[in-house]
């Protein structure tokens, strides 16, 4: 059973930084591209990030220079840096691996208020 589980989302205010991590089960995570998508309140899910297993990253045009997506292959996780938060930014964040219809975490929530 593959199992994605998300973490670090949390409240933040304007400016600050979060940096999500994502913990994959099972024997997916080296070879599936993996990617990190959110949902704000009202609004449909989004692409903020995705990763190949060999490290081509490719970002939401919106969110180049403040997001930055990795993984470490080896501890089976994928990480979203995110930097220079602003009150748009707040959402769940979800974890993926494979597509859209491939596997998905719960989501956390990122909220940036002050």
């Known amino acids: 059973q593959v199992q994605l589980v998300e973490s670090g989302g949390g409240l933040v205010q304007p400016g600050g930084s979060l940096r999500l991590s994502c913990a994959a089960s099972?024997?997916?995570?080296?070879?599936?591209?993996m990617g990190w998508y959110r949902q704000a309140p009202g609004k449909q899910r989004e692409l903020v990030a995705t990763?190949?297993?060999?490290?081509?990253?490719n970002y939401a045009d919106s969110l180049k220079g403040r997001f930055t997506i990795s993984r470490d292959n080896a501890k089976n996780t994928m990480y979203l840096q995110m930097n220079s938060l602003k009150p748009e930014d707040t959402a769940v964040y979800y974890c993926?691996?494979?597509?859209?219809?491939?596997?998905w975490g719960k989501g956390t929530l990122v909220t940036v208020s002050s």
């Open positions: 990763i190949t297993p060999f490290g081509k990253r």
């Open positions: 099972g024997s997916i995570f080296s070879i599936e591209a």
């Open positions: 993926n691996a494979g597509g859209s219809m491939g596997y």
